[in-house]
């Protein structure tokens, strides 16, 4: 996935410390841009249904 581009959070601050995302069919990579060398991977259904709980609020006790 090295040709994909890497966008940035709406939430992001002007600062530049954001968490950035790129994805193709096989893989969703996300990294904080302060580092950019540390680079987490999975699979698109599974970020899918990271991005459901989250939106759901079941993680929300962890804050």
């Given at each position: 996935?090295?040709d994909a581009i890497w966008q940035k959070s709406s939430y992001s601050a002007a600062n530049n410390e954001?968490?950035?995302?790129?994805?193709?069919?096989?893989?969703?990579?996300?990294?904080?841009?302060?580092?950019?060398?540390?680079?987490?991977?999975?699979?698109?259904?599974?970020?899918?249904?990271?991005?459901?709980?989250?939106?759901?609020?079941?993680?929300?006790?962890?804050?």
């Amino acid at each position: 996935m090295p040709d994909a581009i890497w966008q940035k959070s709406s939430y992001s601050a002007a600062n530049n410390e954001c968490v950035e995302v790129r994805a193709d069919a096989e893989a969703v990579e996300l990294r904080e841009s302060d580092a950019p060398g540390l680079v987490l991977k999975a699979d698109p259904s599974v970020f899918a249904d990271l991005l459901r709980t989250i939106k759901a609020g079941e993680l929300d006790h962890h804050a």
